[in-house]
């Protein structure tokens, strides 16, 4: 059996003989990928950990445990830790380089140095961002949107987080180079556009939004932390600046960045759905293209977040209409996804558990966001609790469940084991309960009027934040319990083989799992249609004699 990423590297300086310098300096695309979720899920703990604590302070009305400033720290580090250090760069940082060169045929990305680099620049960013609770004046205290003026008149240190951030987006901005490069050089000989697996097309859609959009965020960082420092006045209005343009700058970046999250979980859903439903995906073509379709409007939606900033009724109406528009390539997704389930034969395995719950969740926070998209509802909703349920369910209900999805799908793939199916179940279950506890009361609580972000609230509102603690000890149960599953798994599950899930695309057709090395031991050639299943096997046509008679 040939040897797998736990026992060889290549390195990006030198032969090291150490174990830990070897995992330190490898440019392996997969090393690199797990490296990725140990750094990103032990700082998701950290702010699951502060957004506890919130639920525990939000318990009852007055202060319980921390005070105001405290209060406004704590949010403001789980925010800026679950976006810009888990959820932004989290399915493509581990599962793109994980599973994407696989899937066509790579044996690696294009500039495997870079990745490295790339990752080293990610743990930087993030402890440039940590730096700032060790100091006197304190994490920051703005939000994880960092709004103008009051970034730039706090008396916290919120000069870190700026740097931090900037930092953090040239990674992701080299990230998305590198796998564009990637998908269009490495794809293995008979692997059209349109034979690359779904996840493929996420990873393609993101990437784009990374490369171009990340630098807008990047100058307005740069702008903020030049005012903050020399005082030139381009967003403190005291000075003859506009804050409104500082939201501008900011959203222009950061609605294109929620599709930046969104469309690669949707490719981990496009992988599991015909799976474990022995289909083939009903409609390939319209869900590979909807991804473009998302990623190209993303970039003209971002004026509903600013509805009630100060904004002429006419720019209203447009970003309304926008803000609906993109909600069609999102339906296209979903029925597509439906239509492969109806008449499958569908196995509820934990991967397609968290598929089937990902479609009810995402869902609930799609048409919530089609709510405020109208203009008269966002005035009211505007800033409120309703705002932040739809956020989480979009987001955690969306982004991380299929995050989730994706880990249970490839596990096999990551480690050669199988983890407990039981277990695995149970650990979902117990998630999906305690989610929907945690945030649907938010949606009544905002409806009713209560503001985010406030560290009190009147006492008509304790019942919602006392159901929602409820579900926030459920949703942590289920999350440690998931992570103990896959320790288990690793340490001691059952040999996986190489394709237990008898999937069709090309990760799952490796010499062995874990794979070796360099992956596929000759390039493949590739002749078929992914997604191909006969009579619920599946059908894969791809060979390595082929390319002996191409050679």
């Given amino acids: 059996m040939s040897k797998s990423y736990f026992d060889e590297t290549h390195c990006a300086i030198g032969h090291p003989k150490s174990t830990f310098m070897q995992w ?126 009051y970034s730039l008149n706090t008396g916290t240190n919120v000069i870190f987080t700026l740097v931090a951030a900037f930092i953090l987006g040239m990674a992701s901005i080299l990230t998305g180079l590198n796998f564009l490069v990637t998908i269009h050089r490495l794809r293995a000989p008979g692997m059209t556009f349109w034979k690359m697996p779904l996840f493929v097309w996420g990873i393609y859609a993101t990437a784009w939004i990374q490369l171009l959009a990340t630098p807008v965020v990047g100058i307005t960082l740069i702008l903020a932390i030049l005012e903050k420092y020399f005082g030139i006045g381009i967003f403190d209005p005291a000075k003859g600046g506009d804050p409104v343009l500082f939201e501008h700058l900011f959203w222009i970046y950061s609605h294109p960045a929620v599709y930046l999250m969104i469309l690669p979980a949707f490719g981990i859903m496009s992988e599991i759905i015909p799976t474990f439903s022995r289909r083939e995906i009903f409609g390939y073509r319209s869900i590979a293209l909807s991804s473009a379709s998302i990623a190209g409007i993303g970039y003209l939606v971002w004026g509903h977040h600013l509805y009630t900033s100060g904004m002429a009724d006419t720019a209203k109406v447009i970003f309304s209409f926008l803000t609906f528009f993109v909600a069609i390539p999102t339906g296209i997704k979903f029925y597509d996804w439906v239509a492969t389930m109806y008449k499958g034969k569908i196995i509820l395995s934990t991967p397609m558990l968290w598929a089937l719950g990902t ?37 955690l209900g969306g982004v991380v469940f299929l ?14 084991k199988m983890y407990n199916e039981k277990h695995g179940k149970i650990s979902f279950y117990l998630q999906f309960v305690g989610f929907n506890l945690l945030w649907f009361p ?34 942590i149960t289920g999350l440690i319990y998931m992570f103990v599953v896959f320790f288990k798994g690793w340490r001691s599950g059952k040999p996986s083989g190489t394709n237990p899930w008898n999937a069709t695309t090309l990760e799952w057709h490796l010499p062995s799992s874990p794979p070796p090395l360099e992956n596929h031991s000759k390039v493949p050639y590739v002749d078929f249609e992914p997604y191909e299943y006969n009579h619920g096997q599946p059908v894969v046509k ?7 008679r191409i050679d």
């Fill in 24 to 149: 330190m300096l490898t440019v392996d695309h997969k090393r690199i990928g797990l490296m990725y979720a140990a750094v990103m899920f032990t700082f998701f703990f950290v702010a699951v950990a502060t957004a506890f604590l919130m639920r525990l302070e939000l318990f009852a009305p007055g202060g319980q445990f921390i005070d105001g400033d405290t209060f406004n720290q704590a949010f403001t580090l789980h925010g800026v830790i679950m976006i810009f250090l888990f959820i932004v760069p989290g399915v493509p940082a581990v599962l793109g380089n994980i599973v994407m060169p696989l899937m066509i045929g790579a044996k690696d990305v294009s500039f495997p140095r870079l990745n490295w680099f790339t990752f080293w620049l990610y743990i930087l960013g993030a402890l440039v961002a940590l730096a700032s609770l060790f100091t006197d004046a304190g994490f920051a205290d703005t939000g994880w949107t960092f709004y103008a003026p």
């Fill in 359 to 395: 479609i009810i969740t995402f869902t609930i926070g799609g048409l919530t966001g089609v709510t405020i998209a109208m203009i008269g509802v966002d005035i009211h909703l505007q800033d409120t609790y309703y705002t932040v349920a739809h956020f989480h369910y979009a987001m």
């Fill in 403 to 416: 995050f989730f999805a994706g880990l249970h799908y490839w596990f096999p793939l990551m480690t050669g």
């Fill in 442 to 475: 938010m949606f009544i609580a905002g409806y009713y009027g209560m503001p985010r972000r406030y560290f009190d609230y009147l006492p008509e509102f304790q019942i919602y934040h006392q159901v929602s603690f409820v579900g926030a000890v459920v949703f």
């Fill in 542 to 548: 791809f060979d390595y004699e082929t390319m002996k």
